[in-house]
Every structure is written in structure tokens, then in C-alpha cells.
């Protein structure tokens, strides 16, 4: 089982980029999700988060401008940013429970990370 993330990239303050995060094998599902992001010189910081029942909670950093998101079979979830601010740049990783189908056993997966430059 694994957390593929994709998206992310270098845009300019006021931009905006959507983050994919994806369970493989399909026979998985995301139950819960955690975005995060970690700075130079910083720790990692929780920035989003979906329960599984579809509620969401943001840091207040990025209330307003961040979403969390997934898609309805929950092989994937999102995070859209918009007016990306250059304090934003940081590599990002979602983090979720996981759990197969037709089984009540959970497992904790992180994804690779993926880059975000936000340039001024």
C-alpha cells in the first residue's frame, strides 16, 4: 500500500496549485487525511485535515484559501491552494488512515512529499 502524491510546483504569489494524494493498490480507501508542510528550517506543521465523515479543519494560516477535497470512491484526496503567498513554499505531505475494503483494519500511510515554491 502506498500514498503517491502529485501536483505542487513553482508559482507566483497569488497563484494557485492543487495537490493530489493517491491510495494504490484501488482495493484501499482514504478514511481520514492530514495535509502537511514543512519549511526550511521549520517543523512540520498540520495545514488540513479531513475526517471521515467529510468534515474539515484548516489552520488558520490558510482558512479561506486552502481545500480539503477526495473523490467519492476515496482513492484520492485533494488540497487546493489559491492566493498562494511566498510563506507557503514548503515541501507538503499528506498523511492518512487507510483501510482496505470490506476489512475494519486501519494503517497510517504518509505520502512522498512534494514541493511547493511560492515566488514573490
Known amino acids: 500500500v502506498q500514498l503517491v502524491q502529485s501536483g505542487g510546483g513553482l508559482v507566483r504569489a497569488g497563484g494557485s496549485l492543487r495537490l493530489s494524494c493517491a491510495v494504490s493498490?484501488?482495493?484501499?480507501?482514504?478514511?481520514?487525511v492530514d495535509w502537511y508542510r514543512q519549511a526550511p528550517g521549520k517543523q512540520r506543521e498540520v495545514v488540513a485535515s479531513?475526517?471521515?465523515?467529510?468534515?474539515?479543519n484548516y489552520t488558520d494560516s490558510v482558512k479561506g484559501r486552502f481545500t480539503v477535497s477526495r473523490e467519492n470512491n476515496k482513492n484520492m484526496v485533494y488540497l487546493q491552494m489559491n492566493s498562494l503567498k511566498p510563506e507557503d513554499t514548503a515541501v507538503y505531505y499528506c498523511n492518512a488512515q487507510v483501510v482496505r475494503d470490506f476489512s475494519s483494519s486501519v494503517s497510517d500511510y504518509w505520502g512522498q512529499g512534494t514541493q511547493v515554491t511560492v515566488s514573490s
Open positions: 479531513m475526517s471521515r465523515f467529510g468534515s474539515t
Open positions: 493498490p484501488s482495493r484501499y480507501r482514504i478514511r481520514t
